[in-house]
Protein backbone atom coordinates (compact mmCIF):
# COMPACT_ATOMS: atom_id res chain seq x y z
CA UNK A 1 0.00 0.00 0.00
CA UNK A 2 2.99 2.19 1.27
CA UNK A 3 4.21 2.32 -2.53
CA UNK A 4 1.17 4.08 -3.80
CA UNK A 5 1.68 7.17 -1.75
CA UNK A 6 1.27 10.41 -3.60
CA UNK A 7 3.88 12.96 -2.70
CA UNK A 8 3.01 15.63 -5.19
CA UNK A 9 0.03 15.90 -2.74
CA UNK A 10 2.54 17.39 0.37
CA UNK A 11 3.71 19.51 -2.08
CA UNK A 12 1.31 22.67 -1.20
CA UNK A 13 1.74 22.43 2.33
CA UNK A 14 5.40 21.76 2.45
CA UNK A 15 5.57 25.11 0.02
CA UNK A 16 3.34 26.94 3.13
CA UNK A 17 4.31 25.68 5.94
CA UNK A 18 8.02 24.05 5.76
CA UNK A 19 10.06 27.50 6.12
CA UNK A 20 7.84 28.32 9.04
CA UNK A 21 9.50 27.62 11.93
CA UNK A 22 7.36 25.83 14.91
CA UNK A 23 5.25 24.12 12.28
CA UNK A 24 6.35 20.94 12.28
CA UNK A 25 3.33 19.72 14.17
CA UNK A 26 0.71 21.49 11.42
CA UNK A 27 2.28 20.08 8.71
CA UNK A 28 1.55 16.61 10.12
CA UNK A 29 -1.93 17.60 10.71
CA UNK A 30 -2.53 18.31 7.10
CA UNK A 31 -0.61 15.02 6.41
CA UNK A 32 -3.06 13.01 7.87
CA UNK A 33 -5.61 14.67 6.69
CA UNK A 34 -4.47 14.39 3.26
CA UNK A 35 -3.81 10.16 3.61
CA UNK A 36 -5.74 9.47 6.93
CA UNK A 37 -2.22 8.89 8.53
CA UNK A 38 1.46 9.80 8.98
CA UNK A 39 2.89 7.80 5.98
CA UNK A 40 6.85 6.64 6.19
CA UNK A 41 7.26 8.31 2.74
CA UNK A 42 5.27 11.49 3.79
CA UNK A 43 7.68 11.64 7.03
CA UNK A 44 10.80 11.07 4.66
CA UNK A 45 9.54 14.13 2.52
CA UNK A 46 9.04 16.24 5.34
CA UNK A 47 12.30 15.38 6.63
CA UNK A 48 13.74 16.53 3.46
CA UNK A 49 12.04 19.22 2.90
CA UNK A 50 12.26 20.95 6.75
CA UNK A 51 15.67 19.57 7.86
CA UNK A 52 14.08 18.26 10.53
CA UNK A 53 15.81 14.61 11.26
CA UNK A 54 13.36 12.04 10.96
CA UNK A 55 14.19 10.83 14.55
CA UNK A 56 12.93 14.04 15.38
CA UNK A 57 9.34 13.57 13.77
CA UNK A 58 8.83 10.81 15.24
CA UNK A 59 9.45 11.86 18.39
CA UNK A 60 6.83 14.18 17.90
CA UNK A 61 4.52 12.32 15.90
CA UNK A 62 4.10 9.44 18.82
CA UNK A 63 4.05 11.54 21.31
CA UNK A 64 0.66 13.31 20.69
CA UNK A 65 -2.45 11.28 20.43
CA UNK A 66 -4.15 12.62 17.18
CA UNK A 67 -1.29 11.02 15.18
CA UNK A 68 -1.15 7.63 13.16
CA UNK A 69 1.23 5.41 11.36
CA UNK A 70 -1.26 2.76 9.96
CA UNK A 71 -4.00 3.75 7.43
CA UNK A 72 -7.26 3.92 9.03
CA UNK A 73 -11.37 2.82 8.22
CA UNK A 74 -13.26 4.90 6.17
CA UNK A 75 -15.07 5.51 9.76
CA UNK A 76 -12.65 6.40 12.22
CA UNK A 77 -14.89 6.08 15.67
CA UNK A 78 -13.45 7.89 18.40
CA UNK A 79 -15.14 6.56 22.04
CA UNK A 80 -14.79 9.25 24.92
CA UNK A 81 -13.07 7.77 27.86
CA UNK A 82 -13.53 10.71 29.91
CA UNK A 83 -14.56 10.63 33.67
CA UNK A 84 -18.26 11.96 32.87
CA UNK A 85 -18.47 9.47 30.01
CA UNK A 86 -17.26 6.60 32.35
CA UNK A 87 -19.33 7.58 35.08
CA UNK A 88 -22.25 7.15 32.98
CA UNK A 89 -20.79 3.67 31.34
CA UNK A 90 -19.02 4.36 28.04
CA UNK A 91 -17.83 1.02 28.98
CA UNK A 92 -20.80 -0.77 27.96
CA UNK A 93 -21.03 1.28 24.65
CA UNK A 94 -17.37 0.12 23.77
CA UNK A 95 -18.48 -4.07 24.62
CA UNK A 96 -21.14 -3.43 21.89
CA UNK A 97 -18.29 -1.96 19.47
CA UNK A 98 -16.25 -4.24 19.92
CA UNK A 99 -19.09 -7.37 19.98
CA UNK A 100 -20.34 -5.80 16.92
CA UNK A 101 -17.12 -4.92 14.99
CA UNK A 102 -15.40 -7.68 15.86
CA UNK A 103 -12.26 -5.46 16.77
CA UNK A 104 -10.31 -4.35 19.77
CA UNK A 105 -9.11 -0.50 20.57
CA UNK A 106 -6.65 0.40 17.92
CA UNK A 107 -7.85 -1.87 15.05
CA UNK A 108 -9.51 -1.89 12.07
CA UNK A 109 -12.38 -4.17 10.75
CA UNK A 110 -11.39 -6.35 7.96
CA UNK A 111 -13.75 -4.44 5.22
CA UNK A 112 -11.55 -1.31 6.30
CA UNK A 113 -14.93 1.03 6.95
CA UNK A 114 -14.44 1.02 10.86
CA UNK A 115 -11.07 2.00 13.01
CA UNK A 116 -12.04 2.13 16.86
CA UNK A 117 -10.01 4.08 18.93
CA UNK A 118 -10.73 4.80 22.64
CA UNK A 119 -9.68 8.57 23.61
CA UNK A 120 -9.62 11.55 26.69
CA UNK A 121 -12.62 13.80 26.88
CA UNK A 122 -14.05 14.87 24.12
CA UNK A 123 -15.94 17.79 26.05
CA UNK A 124 -19.21 16.71 25.33
CA UNK A 125 -19.98 15.53 28.87
CA UNK A 126 -23.40 16.56 29.32
CA UNK A 127 -24.22 13.78 26.42
CA UNK A 128 -22.03 11.16 27.65
CA UNK A 129 -21.36 8.64 27.00
CA UNK A 130 -20.23 10.18 23.62
CA UNK A 131 -18.26 9.10 20.60
CA UNK A 132 -17.03 10.80 17.69
CA UNK A 133 -17.03 9.53 13.86
CA UNK A 134 -15.07 11.39 12.27
CA UNK A 135 -16.07 14.92 12.71
CA UNK A 136 -19.53 13.82 14.02
CA UNK A 137 -20.77 14.01 17.39
CA UNK A 138 -22.92 11.40 18.77
CA UNK A 139 -24.07 11.67 22.46
CA UNK A 140 -26.41 10.13 24.97
CA UNK A 141 -25.31 6.43 23.80
CA UNK A 142 -26.99 3.46 24.54
CA UNK A 143 -26.21 0.23 23.22
CA UNK A 144 -28.81 0.01 20.92
CA UNK A 145 -28.15 3.37 20.20
CA UNK A 146 -24.76 2.58 19.12
CA UNK A 147 -25.63 -0.52 16.97
CA UNK A 148 -28.22 1.47 15.24
CA UNK A 149 -25.47 3.90 14.46
CA UNK A 150 -23.26 1.78 13.41
CA UNK A 151 -25.98 -0.42 11.02
CA UNK A 152 -26.79 3.83 9.44
CA UNK A 153 -23.09 4.05 8.83
CA UNK A 154 -22.33 0.78 7.19
CA UNK A 155 -25.10 1.15 5.21
CA UNK A 156 -24.60 5.19 4.08
CA UNK A 157 -21.06 3.41 2.85
CA UNK A 158 -22.50 0.99 0.33
CA UNK B 1 -40.13 36.90 14.54
CA UNK B 2 -37.14 35.14 14.91
CA UNK B 3 -36.48 31.69 15.29
CA UNK B 4 -33.14 30.99 16.63
CA UNK B 5 -31.82 27.13 17.57
CA UNK B 6 -29.00 26.41 20.06
CA UNK B 7 -25.97 24.52 17.60
CA UNK B 8 -22.90 24.40 19.99
CA UNK B 9 -21.50 20.43 19.77
CA UNK B 10 -24.12 19.37 22.09
CA UNK B 11 -27.26 21.07 20.37
CA UNK B 12 -25.84 19.52 17.07
CA UNK B 13 -25.04 16.21 18.85
CA UNK B 14 -29.02 15.92 19.96
CA UNK B 15 -30.12 16.13 16.63
CA UNK B 16 -30.00 20.70 16.64
CA UNK B 17 -28.89 20.71 12.63
CA UNK B 18 -31.93 18.02 11.72
CA UNK B 19 -34.65 20.63 13.43
CA UNK B 20 -32.83 23.67 11.53
CA UNK B 21 -32.98 21.61 8.04
CA UNK B 22 -36.89 20.44 9.16
CA UNK B 23 -38.10 24.30 10.24
CA UNK B 24 -36.23 25.33 6.87
CA UNK B 25 -38.67 23.54 4.77
CA UNK B 26 -41.65 24.55 6.29
CA UNK B 27 -42.60 27.38 5.20
CA UNK B 28 -42.61 30.08 8.11
CA UNK B 29 -42.86 33.28 8.40
CA UNK B 30 -39.58 34.32 10.52
CA UNK B 31 -35.64 34.45 10.03
CA UNK B 32 -34.46 31.60 10.83
CA UNK B 33 -30.71 31.57 12.82
CA UNK B 34 -28.73 29.85 15.12
CA UNK B 35 -27.31 30.47 18.45
CA UNK B 36 -24.45 28.69 20.80
CA UNK B 37 -24.92 26.89 23.84
CA UNK B 38 -27.01 28.19 26.27
CA UNK B 39 -25.57 25.56 29.03
CA UNK B 40 -28.88 23.72 29.53
CA UNK B 41 -27.64 20.73 27.67
CA UNK B 42 -29.91 18.33 29.10
CA UNK B 43 -32.46 19.95 26.90
CA UNK B 44 -31.11 19.97 23.78
CA UNK B 45 -32.01 20.62 20.90
CA UNK B 46 -33.04 23.87 22.11
CA UNK B 47 -35.76 26.67 19.84
CA UNK B 48 -36.25 29.81 20.78
CA UNK B 49 -39.39 31.79 19.17
CA UNK B 50 -38.84 35.61 19.67
CA UNK B 51 -41.85 37.77 18.88
CA UNK B 52 -40.39 41.20 19.67
CA UNK B 53 -38.72 40.60 23.30
CA UNK B 54 -41.53 37.86 24.15
CA UNK B 55 -39.17 34.44 24.17
CA UNK B 56 -41.05 31.06 23.80
CA UNK B 57 -38.38 28.29 24.62
CA UNK B 58 -39.00 25.01 22.95
CA UNK B 59 -37.14 22.02 24.32
CA UNK B 60 -36.72 18.35 23.50
CA UNK B 61 -37.47 19.62 20.09
CA UNK B 62 -37.01 16.98 17.19
CA UNK B 63 -37.59 17.00 13.90
CA UNK B 64 -40.87 15.77 13.63
CA UNK B 65 -42.38 18.50 15.62
CA UNK B 66 -41.22 21.24 12.62
CA UNK B 67 -44.75 20.99 11.20
CA UNK B 68 -46.42 22.20 14.84
CA UNK B 69 -43.49 24.86 15.31
CA UNK B 70 -44.36 26.51 11.95
CA UNK B 71 -47.51 26.13 12.91
CA UNK B 72 -47.37 28.33 16.21
CA UNK B 73 -45.31 30.99 14.14
CA UNK B 74 -47.75 31.51 11.51
CA UNK B 75 -50.78 30.68 12.86
CA UNK B 76 -50.05 31.76 16.57
CA UNK B 77 -51.85 28.08 17.45
CA UNK B 78 -49.64 26.85 20.65
CA UNK B 79 -51.43 23.88 21.28
CA UNK B 80 -49.37 21.64 19.72
CA UNK B 81 -46.26 22.85 20.59
CA UNK B 82 -47.50 23.57 24.61
CA UNK B 83 -45.47 20.09 25.45
CA UNK B 84 -42.43 21.32 23.90
CA UNK B 85 -42.03 24.43 26.32
CA UNK B 86 -39.68 24.57 28.85
CA UNK B 87 -41.09 24.44 32.23
CA UNK B 88 -40.90 26.83 35.14
CA UNK B 89 -38.53 24.74 37.08
CA UNK B 90 -36.28 24.12 33.48
CA UNK B 91 -35.92 27.87 33.62
CA UNK B 92 -35.07 27.79 37.32
CA UNK B 93 -31.60 26.71 36.07
CA UNK B 94 -30.36 29.91 34.02
CA UNK B 95 -32.79 32.54 36.38
CA UNK B 96 -30.68 31.60 39.18
CA UNK B 97 -27.35 31.99 37.88
CA UNK B 98 -25.42 35.12 37.36
CA UNK B 99 -23.81 35.24 33.59
CA UNK B 100 -20.79 37.30 32.99
CA UNK B 101 -18.40 35.06 31.08
CA UNK B 102 -21.40 33.26 29.43
CA UNK B 103 -23.18 36.29 29.12
CA UNK B 104 -24.18 36.24 25.54
CA UNK B 105 -23.69 32.16 25.08
CA UNK B 106 -26.41 31.06 23.74
CA UNK B 107 -28.04 34.35 22.63
CA UNK B 108 -26.33 36.29 19.70
CA UNK B 109 -25.12 34.32 16.89
CA UNK B 110 -21.16 33.45 16.74
CA UNK B 111 -20.51 33.53 13.66
CA UNK B 112 -22.03 37.30 12.87
CA UNK B 113 -19.73 39.95 14.50
CA UNK B 114 -22.73 42.67 14.36
CA UNK B 115 -24.88 40.30 16.92
CA UNK B 116 -22.18 40.55 19.24
CA UNK B 117 -21.19 44.37 18.41
CA UNK B 118 -25.01 44.87 19.08
CA UNK B 119 -24.64 43.92 23.03
CA UNK B 120 -22.06 46.31 23.52
CA UNK B 121 -19.32 44.06 21.89
CA UNK B 122 -15.84 45.82 21.46
CA UNK B 123 -16.61 48.71 23.20
CA UNK B 124 -14.75 47.56 26.35
CA UNK B 125 -11.68 47.51 23.77
CA UNK B 126 -12.09 50.70 22.94
CA UNK B 127 -11.99 52.08 26.68
CA UNK B 128 -8.91 50.23 27.52
CA UNK B 129 -7.06 51.53 24.58
CA UNK B 130 -8.39 55.27 26.02
CA UNK B 131 -6.17 54.42 28.95
CA UNK B 132 -2.41 53.46 29.35
CA UNK B 133 -1.57 49.88 30.23
CA UNK B 134 -1.00 50.07 33.52
CA UNK B 135 -4.59 51.34 34.36
CA UNK B 136 -5.88 48.22 32.88
CA UNK B 137 -3.77 46.47 34.34
CA UNK B 138 -5.07 48.36 37.63
CA UNK B 139 -8.54 47.56 36.95
CA UNK B 140 -7.92 44.14 36.39
CA UNK B 141 -5.92 44.26 40.10
CA UNK B 142 -9.14 45.75 42.02
CA UNK B 143 -11.38 43.36 39.78
CA UNK B 144 -9.30 40.40 41.63
CA UNK B 145 -9.77 38.15 38.75
CA UNK B 146 -7.82 34.70 38.76
CA UNK B 147 -6.59 32.23 36.33
CA UNK B 148 -9.86 30.26 35.51
CA UNK B 149 -7.69 27.27 34.31
CA UNK B 150 -7.48 25.92 37.75
CA UNK B 151 -4.40 27.53 39.47
CA UNK B 152 -6.02 30.60 40.79
CA UNK B 153 -3.57 32.75 39.97
CA UNK B 154 -4.15 36.83 39.95
CA UNK B 155 -4.73 37.56 36.80
CA UNK B 156 -2.91 40.95 36.95
CA UNK B 157 0.18 39.66 38.31
CA UNK B 158 0.85 37.60 35.18
CA UNK B 159 -0.28 40.62 33.11
CA UNK B 160 2.14 42.36 35.03
CA UNK B 161 4.82 41.16 35.05
CA UNK B 162 4.67 40.45 31.15
CA UNK B 163 4.71 44.10 31.17
CA UNK B 164 7.83 44.73 32.46
CA UNK B 165 9.55 42.33 31.36
CA UNK B 166 12.40 43.59 28.79
CA UNK B 167 12.07 42.92 24.97
CA UNK B 168 10.47 44.61 22.32
CA UNK B 169 8.56 41.43 21.24
CA UNK B 170 6.07 39.38 23.58
CA UNK B 171 3.18 37.33 23.04
CA UNK B 172 -0.13 37.04 24.72
CA UNK B 173 -1.59 33.25 24.27
CA UNK B 174 -4.79 32.01 25.32
CA UNK B 175 -5.15 28.76 26.53
CA UNK B 176 -7.72 26.67 24.75
CA UNK B 177 -6.31 23.37 25.28
CA UNK B 178 -9.01 21.87 27.74
CA UNK B 179 -8.10 18.59 28.60
CA UNK B 180 -9.31 18.24 32.21
CA UNK B 181 -12.44 15.45 31.78
CA UNK B 182 -15.74 16.92 32.88
CA UNK B 183 -15.03 20.08 31.48
CA UNK B 184 -16.41 21.89 28.18
CA UNK B 185 -16.78 26.04 29.39
CA UNK B 186 -14.07 26.75 26.92
CA UNK B 187 -15.24 25.14 24.29
CA UNK B 188 -18.56 26.72 25.05
CA UNK B 189 -17.37 30.20 25.15
CA UNK B 190 -15.52 29.80 21.74
CA UNK B 191 -18.26 27.72 20.03
CA UNK B 192 -21.20 30.28 21.17
CA UNK B 193 -19.15 33.67 21.98
CA UNK B 194 -15.70 33.63 20.26
CA UNK B 195 -15.89 37.78 20.07
CA UNK B 196 -15.59 37.96 23.86
CA UNK B 197 -12.42 35.88 23.80
CA UNK B 198 -10.82 37.69 20.83
CA UNK B 199 -11.60 41.31 22.94
CA UNK B 200 -10.36 39.88 26.27
CA UNK B 201 -7.11 39.04 24.81
CA UNK B 202 -7.04 41.77 22.85
CA UNK B 203 -7.27 44.52 25.94
CA UNK B 204 -4.26 41.59 27.37
CA UNK B 205 -2.16 42.48 24.73
CA UNK B 206 -2.56 45.66 24.97
CA UNK B 207 -1.96 45.43 28.58
CA UNK B 208 1.17 43.40 28.66
CA UNK B 209 1.92 45.03 25.44
CA UNK B 210 1.72 42.28 22.55
CA UNK B 211 1.71 42.68 19.06
CA UNK B 212 1.17 38.57 18.57
CA UNK B 213 -2.05 36.38 20.22
CA UNK B 214 -1.85 32.79 20.07
CA UNK B 215 -5.31 30.58 20.82
CA UNK B 216 -3.88 27.03 21.47
CA UNK B 217 -7.14 25.00 20.65
CA UNK B 218 -7.56 21.41 21.32
CA UNK B 219 -8.15 19.41 17.73
CA UNK B 220 -10.92 17.69 19.23
CA UNK B 221 -13.09 20.99 19.33
CA UNK B 222 -13.58 21.33 15.36
CA UNK B 223 -16.53 23.28 15.61
CA UNK B 224 -14.66 25.88 18.20
CA UNK B 225 -11.88 26.07 15.88
CA UNK B 226 -14.25 27.16 12.88
CA UNK B 227 -15.95 29.01 14.47
CA UNK B 228 -13.16 30.85 16.04
CA UNK B 229 -11.26 31.40 12.66
CA UNK B 230 -14.65 32.82 10.98
CA UNK B 231 -14.24 35.37 13.93
CA UNK B 232 -11.34 36.44 13.63
CA UNK B 233 -11.84 36.79 9.72
CA UNK B 234 -14.39 39.43 10.52
CA UNK B 235 -12.69 41.25 13.49
CA UNK B 236 -9.75 41.63 10.80
CA UNK B 237 -12.43 43.11 8.27
CA UNK B 238 -13.34 45.71 10.68
CA UNK B 239 -9.82 46.56 11.79
CA UNK B 240 -10.40 45.26 15.21
CA UNK B 241 -7.14 43.25 14.90
CA UNK B 242 -4.39 43.81 13.01
CA UNK B 243 -2.77 47.07 12.53
CA UNK B 244 -3.37 50.12 14.25
CA UNK B 245 -6.51 49.18 16.03
CA UNK B 246 -9.56 51.67 16.30
CA UNK B 247 -7.18 54.29 15.10
CA UNK B 248 -3.91 53.78 17.40
CA UNK B 249 -0.55 52.67 17.29
CA UNK B 250 -1.87 49.36 18.82
CA UNK B 251 -1.91 46.53 16.85
CA UNK B 252 -2.20 42.67 17.04
CA UNK B 253 -2.74 39.65 14.87
CA UNK B 254 -3.67 36.51 16.03
CA UNK B 255 -2.55 33.14 15.36
CA UNK B 256 -4.67 29.67 15.87
CA UNK B 257 -2.72 26.74 16.94
CA UNK B 258 -4.63 23.28 16.87
CA UNK B 259 -3.16 21.40 19.40
CA UNK B 260 -2.80 17.34 18.30
CA UNK B 261 -3.71 15.42 21.70
CA UNK B 262 -2.00 15.53 24.09
CA UNK B 263 -3.48 16.29 27.91
CA UNK B 264 -0.13 17.36 29.37
CA UNK B 265 -0.16 20.53 27.38
CA UNK B 266 -2.95 22.33 29.56
CA UNK B 267 0.15 22.84 31.83
CA UNK B 268 1.54 26.44 30.11
CA UNK B 269 5.23 25.83 29.36
CA UNK B 270 4.46 22.13 28.03
CA UNK B 271 2.14 24.02 26.00
CA UNK B 272 5.09 26.42 25.20
CA UNK B 273 6.85 23.57 23.61
CA UNK B 274 3.85 22.03 21.82
CA UNK B 275 3.69 25.67 19.86
CA UNK B 276 6.64 25.65 18.99
CA UNK B 277 6.77 22.12 17.36
CA UNK B 278 7.93 19.71 19.68
CA UNK B 279 7.03 17.43 22.04
CA UNK B 280 5.01 18.92 24.47
CA UNK B 281 7.63 18.36 27.67
CA UNK B 282 7.35 20.90 30.80
CA UNK B 283 9.87 23.42 30.85
CA UNK B 284 11.34 23.42 34.34
CA UNK B 285 10.28 26.65 35.93
CA UNK B 286 12.16 29.34 36.54
CA UNK B 287 12.53 31.42 34.14
CA UNK B 288 8.25 31.47 34.07
CA UNK B 289 7.09 32.82 30.84
CA UNK B 290 6.34 35.94 31.56
CA UNK B 291 10.26 36.05 31.23
CA UNK B 292 11.13 33.49 28.54
CA UNK B 293 8.41 31.92 26.81
CA UNK B 294 7.38 31.02 23.42
CA UNK B 295 10.24 31.45 21.34
CA UNK B 296 12.19 32.59 24.70
CA UNK B 297 9.98 35.89 24.05
CA UNK B 298 8.49 36.93 27.20
CA UNK B 299 4.94 35.75 27.34
CA UNK B 300 1.76 35.54 29.08
CA UNK B 301 -0.76 32.58 29.34
CA UNK B 302 -4.63 32.42 30.38
CA UNK B 303 -7.35 30.67 29.79
CA UNK B 304 -10.02 31.03 27.58
CA UNK B 305 -12.66 31.49 30.45
CA UNK B 306 -10.34 34.42 32.58
CA UNK B 307 -10.30 36.30 29.12
CA UNK B 308 -13.96 35.71 28.87
CA UNK B 309 -14.78 37.90 31.87
CA UNK B 310 -11.98 40.85 30.77
CA UNK B 311 -14.49 42.93 28.55
CA UNK B 312 -17.08 42.47 31.34
CA UNK B 313 -14.71 43.74 33.95
CA UNK B 314 -13.28 46.88 31.79
CA UNK B 315 -16.65 47.92 31.08
CA UNK B 316 -17.96 47.87 34.44
CA UNK B 317 -15.39 48.70 36.45
CA UNK B 318 -13.15 46.34 38.88
CA UNK B 319 -15.54 46.93 41.75
CA UNK B 320 -18.69 45.47 40.23
CA UNK B 321 -16.52 42.12 39.52
CA UNK B 322 -15.36 42.42 43.13
CA UNK B 323 -18.70 42.84 44.66
CA UNK B 324 -19.40 39.18 44.10
CA UNK B 325 -17.75 36.50 45.70
CA UNK B 326 -15.56 35.80 49.09
CA UNK B 327 -12.53 37.84 50.45
CA UNK B 328 -10.19 35.57 48.32
CA UNK B 329 -12.40 34.92 44.98
CA UNK B 330 -13.74 37.02 43.73
CA UNK B 331 -17.03 37.04 40.81
CA UNK B 332 -18.64 34.29 39.39
CA UNK B 333 -16.84 30.79 38.05
CA UNK B 334 -18.15 28.67 35.56
CA UNK B 335 -19.16 24.85 36.45
CA UNK B 336 -19.80 22.11 33.85
CA UNK B 337 -21.99 20.05 35.80
CA UNK B 338 -22.26 16.52 34.58
CA UNK B 339 -22.49 12.67 35.17
CA UNK B 340 -25.44 11.66 37.59
CA UNK B 341 -26.67 14.64 37.86
CA UNK B 342 -30.42 15.40 36.72
CA UNK B 343 -29.65 18.87 34.54
CA UNK B 344 -26.67 18.64 32.90
CA UNK B 345 -24.55 21.82 31.48
CA UNK B 346 -22.81 25.18 32.64
CA UNK B 347 -23.79 27.05 35.94
CA UNK B 348 -22.09 30.13 36.24
CA UNK B 349 -22.65 31.67 39.53
CA UNK B 350 -20.68 34.11 42.08
CA UNK B 351 -17.96 32.38 44.44
CA UNK B 352 -19.26 32.30 47.75
CA UNK B 353 -22.22 29.75 46.56
CA UNK B 354 -21.94 26.52 48.50
CA UNK B 355 -21.54 22.91 46.25
CA UNK B 356 -24.94 22.01 47.34
CA UNK B 357 -26.52 25.65 45.20
CA UNK B 358 -24.84 24.35 42.33
CA UNK B 359 -25.34 20.33 42.61
CA UNK B 360 -28.98 20.59 44.00
CA UNK B 361 -30.44 23.97 43.39
CA UNK B 362 -29.16 24.77 40.76
CA UNK B 363 -28.33 21.14 38.85
CA UNK B 364 -31.40 19.30 40.47
CA UNK B 365 -29.53 16.56 42.47
CA UNK B 366 -29.03 13.21 41.11
CA UNK B 367 -30.76 11.73 38.10
CA UNK B 368 -31.23 8.03 39.28
CA UNK B 369 -32.79 7.79 42.66
CA UNK B 370 -29.18 6.44 44.15
CA UNK B 371 -28.28 9.00 46.45
CA UNK B 372 -24.81 11.13 45.97
CA UNK B 373 -22.36 10.07 47.15
CA UNK B 374 -19.33 12.44 46.03
CA UNK B 375 -18.40 15.08 43.25
CA UNK B 376 -15.28 14.76 41.13
CA UNK B 377 -13.63 18.49 40.88
CA UNK B 378 -10.32 20.03 38.93
CA UNK B 379 -9.91 16.68 36.56
CA UNK B 380 -7.17 14.58 37.16
CA UNK B 381 -5.24 17.32 39.92
CA UNK B 382 -8.14 17.79 41.98
CA UNK B 383 -10.27 15.02 43.53
CA UNK B 384 -13.39 13.93 45.13
CA UNK B 385 -15.46 15.84 47.71
CA UNK B 386 -17.92 13.36 49.46
CA UNK B 387 -20.97 14.40 49.87
CA UNK B 388 -20.39 15.29 53.73
CA UNK B 389 -18.69 18.09 53.03
CA UNK B 390 -21.05 19.31 50.30
CA UNK B 391 -22.20 22.52 52.15
CA UNK B 392 -18.21 23.83 51.35
CA UNK B 393 -18.23 26.91 49.86
CA UNK B 394 -16.75 27.57 46.06
CA UNK B 395 -13.46 29.81 47.01
CA UNK B 396 -10.17 28.67 46.17
CA UNK B 397 -8.84 28.18 49.88
CA UNK B 398 -12.13 26.19 50.97
CA UNK B 399 -12.31 24.07 47.81
CA UNK B 400 -8.28 23.79 48.63
CA UNK B 401 -9.04 22.35 51.85
CA UNK B 402 -11.02 19.61 51.04
CA UNK B 403 -7.90 18.29 49.06
CA UNK B 404 -9.85 18.90 46.09
CA UNK B 405 -9.05 22.18 43.77
CA UNK B 406 -11.58 24.86 41.68
CA UNK B 407 -9.69 23.40 39.11
CA UNK B 408 -10.89 24.33 35.42
CA UNK B 409 -14.62 23.69 36.77
CA UNK B 410 -15.58 20.54 35.87
CA UNK B 411 -17.87 18.71 38.23
CA UNK B 412 -18.36 15.34 37.66
CA UNK B 413 -21.36 14.10 40.00
CA UNK B 414 -20.79 10.27 41.20
CA UNK B 415 -23.96 8.09 42.78
CA UNK B 416 -23.56 5.02 45.09
CA UNK B 417 -23.40 2.57 42.32
CA UNK B 418 -19.67 3.76 41.76
CA UNK B 419 -16.20 2.93 43.16
CA UNK B 420 -13.94 5.61 43.17
CA UNK B 421 -10.93 4.09 42.58
CA UNK B 422 -11.93 2.44 38.91
CA UNK B 423 -13.04 6.01 38.26
CA UNK B 424 -9.98 7.24 39.36
CA UNK B 425 -7.98 5.62 37.02
CA UNK B 426 -10.39 6.41 34.08
CA UNK B 427 -9.67 9.91 34.75
CA UNK B 428 -6.21 10.03 35.41
CA UNK B 429 -5.27 11.35 31.25
CA UNK B 430 -1.68 12.55 32.29
CA UNK B 431 0.57 10.31 30.53
CA UNK B 432 3.48 9.81 33.02
CA UNK B 433 5.70 13.67 31.48
CA UNK B 434 6.00 14.60 35.35
CA UNK B 435 7.21 12.76 38.28
CA UNK B 436 4.61 13.60 40.25
CA UNK B 437 1.83 11.73 38.05
CA UNK B 438 4.00 9.09 37.87
CA UNK B 439 4.07 8.49 41.62
CA UNK B 440 0.59 9.20 41.28
CA UNK B 441 -0.31 6.08 38.92
CA UNK B 442 1.83 3.91 41.50
CA UNK B 443 -0.63 5.32 44.57
CA UNK B 444 -3.74 4.74 42.64
CA UNK B 445 -2.82 0.94 41.44
CA UNK B 446 -1.88 0.56 44.85
CA UNK B 447 -5.11 1.94 46.36
CA UNK B 448 -7.33 -0.22 43.49
CA UNK B 449 -5.56 -3.35 44.91
CA UNK B 450 -6.78 -2.83 48.67
CA UNK B 451 -10.26 -1.55 47.39
CA UNK B 452 -11.11 -4.69 45.19
CA UNK B 453 -9.81 -7.15 48.12
CA UNK B 454 -12.06 -5.02 50.37
CA UNK B 455 -15.25 -4.99 48.95
CA UNK B 456 -14.88 -8.82 47.88
CA UNK B 457 -14.15 -9.79 51.64
CA UNK B 458 -17.18 -8.18 53.19
CA UNK B 459 -19.58 -7.05 49.97
CA UNK B 460 -19.97 -3.27 51.25
CA UNK B 461 -19.77 -0.43 49.10
CA UNK B 462 -16.38 1.21 49.52
CA UNK B 463 -15.84 4.15 52.06
CA UNK B 464 -16.76 7.25 50.94
CA UNK B 465 -13.56 9.01 52.37
CA UNK B 466 -12.06 11.50 50.20
CA UNK B 467 -8.89 10.10 48.88
CA UNK B 468 -6.91 12.05 47.55
CA UNK B 469 -4.96 9.99 44.75
CA UNK B 470 -3.65 12.69 42.73
CA UNK B 471 -1.57 15.20 43.66
CA UNK B 472 -2.05 19.24 43.16
CA UNK B 473 -1.02 20.84 40.44
CA UNK B 474 1.86 23.01 41.01
Known amino acids: MDNCIDLSLLDGVLD ?49 TQFRFEPVGKYLIMLCQGTACHVNSSELILQTIKDELHIEDGQTTEDGLFSLKCVA ?24 KTKKILKELREAAV | MRVVIGQGSCGIAAGAEKVRKALIKENIDARVSITGCIGMCYLEPIVD ?95 GLAGRGGAGFPTWFKWNAARNSEGEEKYLICNADEGDPGAFMDRAVIESDPHNLIEGMLIGAYAIGAKHAVVYVRAEYPLAIKRLKNALEQAREKGIIGNNIFGTDFSCNFMIKAGAGAFVCGEET ?23 GFWRKPSNINNVETFANVAWIINNGGE ?6 TE ?26 TLRDVIFDIGGGMKTD ?58 HQGRGQRGRYRAARRTLLRHQGRRALRSRSDGSEPCTHHHQIFPRRV
Not at chain 1, 26 to 46: C, F, S, V
Not at chain 2, 52 to 67: C, H, Q
Request: charged fraction near 25%.
Open chain 2, 49 to 143: IYDEDKLTRLVKVSESDAPAIAEYINTGDRSKIENLVVTDEDSEFLSKQTRIALRNCGIINPEIIEEYIEKDGYTALKKALGMTPEEVIEIIKTS
Open chain 2, 270 to 292: ALIESLEGHRGMPRLKPPFPAQS
Open chain 1, 16 to 64: EYASVKGSLITILQHTQDIYGYLPKEAIERISERTGIATSEIMGVGTFY
Open chain 2, 320 to 325: AFAAMG
Open chain 2, 370 to 427: KPFKAVQMGGPSGGCIPADLIDTVIDYKALGATGAIMGSGGMVLQNWHQTHARDARAH
Open chain 2, 328 to 353: GSKGTKVFAVTGKVKRSGLVEIPMGK
Open chain 1, 121 to 144: CLGCCSLSPVMMVNEDTYGSLTPD
